[in-house]
């Protein structure tokens, strides 16, 4: 692919070609710790390291919407009720926790740690990850 189109920059992001859920859900995390490792907002790549680093959340698939942080327990069904969403606004350092990407906040804390610790704090006792 890469010698046929030389123009276009493969990212790897949805490049498992059997589309094992366990596969496609390391796979999005490497996309979003590269997407954020180049983005211009030191908040965004720290609440994404964060998260990557946190075993319980690592299991989720990950996704994000209006430049918030989500996760499902399958990568199929992404608009599932979420128990967490964790935004950044750019330029303000601190984080806003809440249960979906536009509802009413339930948390501002000041680091992505913090961020992370209520996210899992958040997660429901009877959520089934599948790895």
């Known amino acids: ?9 493969l990212t790897g992001r949805f490049e498992v070609p059997d589309n094992n859920p366990a ?11 590269k997407d ?3 983005a211009d907002w030191p908040q965004y790549q ?7 680093a946190e075993p319980k959340l690592r299991r ?19 608009f599932t009720p979420s128990f967490v969403s964790i935004d950044s ?6 984080y ?7 509802g009413p906040a339930l948390h501002h804390v000041t680091t992505a740690a913090e961020a992370i610790a209520i996210a899992v704090d958040r997660i ?6 599948i790895i």
Request: a negative charge.
């Open 46 to 52: 720290a609440l994404i390291e964060s998260a990557y």
């Open 60 to 78: 989720l698939y990950p996704f994000t919407g209006h430049w918030a942080l989500g996760f499902s327990p399958t990568p199929d069904y992404l």
């Open 96 to 102: 806003t926790i809440r249960e979906w990407w536009n």
């Open 89 to 94: 606004l750019l330029g303000t350092g601190d």
């Open 1 to 9: 692919m890469r010698q046929a189109a030389t123009f276009d920059l």
């Open 23 to 33: 596969d496609v859900i390391a796979s999005e995390w490497q996309w979003l710790l």
């Open 36 to 38: 954020a490792d180049g």
């Open 124 to 129: 429901p006792a009877d959520l089934s990850p």
